[in-house]
């Protein structure tokens, strides 16, 4: 969460004759919303963009008459308006290698138990555009916008393994200036990037939470759409370390194969994994 910051000497004056400066705050703003937010009050906003007291009021304001956030008179607080989700929506939808992956994926999540998800990088995090949960009472209860962190996700790491080393370089110089444990995450993701140049994808075990392990893969499309990254995760009883490396790894990869062969209208021949007559027996 960022301090507040003093608008430099004139910034509101100047502002008023910026069109872009104006518009760069206003989704500033928007941003400041997560999915887990019902709702933020004007101390919210001012703490998490920085922004100057009298620009929260007058953006807030403005994006209420736009339809891009509503406002409670009764609480005094502000939540998404329908116009921000009609946007979202548009995007989601019109996004094909979210069209196409979520069948594969909610495929992947029946076999598994576990959930399977589809996201990519929103400044150090990466934020779900997909995600598909299996019927399991266990499964993890994440949804589309939720973010995670990218530097002890699977998902995170994974997209991380598959950027050009410049661009990944400068990602992780921001990471390290808020990071506490700077030797422990530049090993992880080291040991991240060997993984993925051996096997294809990452697997974590215990990274972000004790108790989650998960695998993940990235998918760079070719038609030069943003990267995006793949996930399968659950709770350590579910996915044990080795079903991690020996099935469900090679099961991401697999769904990363179909995902590009149906972006090209080609037909499936991804090779299938080893067999196993039962799914969690692999486990043992």
Known sequence: MRKRTKPAEGGEAGEGSNPAASLTRGLEILRAFTADDGTLGNQDLLERTGLPKATVSRLTATLVNLGYLTYDETLGRYSIGPATVSLGYSALSSNPVIYMARPLMQELADKTGAAVALGTRDGLEMVYLANCRSMSPVTLRLN???????????????????????????????????????????????????????????????????????????????????????????????????????????????????????????PDTAPLPPATSDWTTSAE
């Open 144 to 266: 589309i916008g939720s973010k995670v962190p990218i530097c002890r996700t699977a998902m995170g790491l994974a997209y991380l393994a598959e950027m050009k080393p410049p661009i990944r370089a400068s990602v992780l110089e921001q990471v390290s200036a808020v990071e506490k444990d700077r030797a422990a995450l530049a090993a992880l993701v080291d040991k991240s990037v060997r993984d993925y140049e051996r096997d294809g994808f990452v697997s974590v075990f215990g990274t972000w939470h004790s108790y989650i392990n998960a695998v993940g893969v990235a998918f760079r499309p070719t038609d030069g759409s943003p990267l995006v990254a793949l996930t399968c995760g659950g709770i350590v009883d579910l996915l044990p370390q080795e079903l991690c490396r020996d099935v469900v790894g090679p099961e991401l990869v697999r769904l990363t194969q179909r995902l590009r062969a149906r972006l090209a209208g080609e």
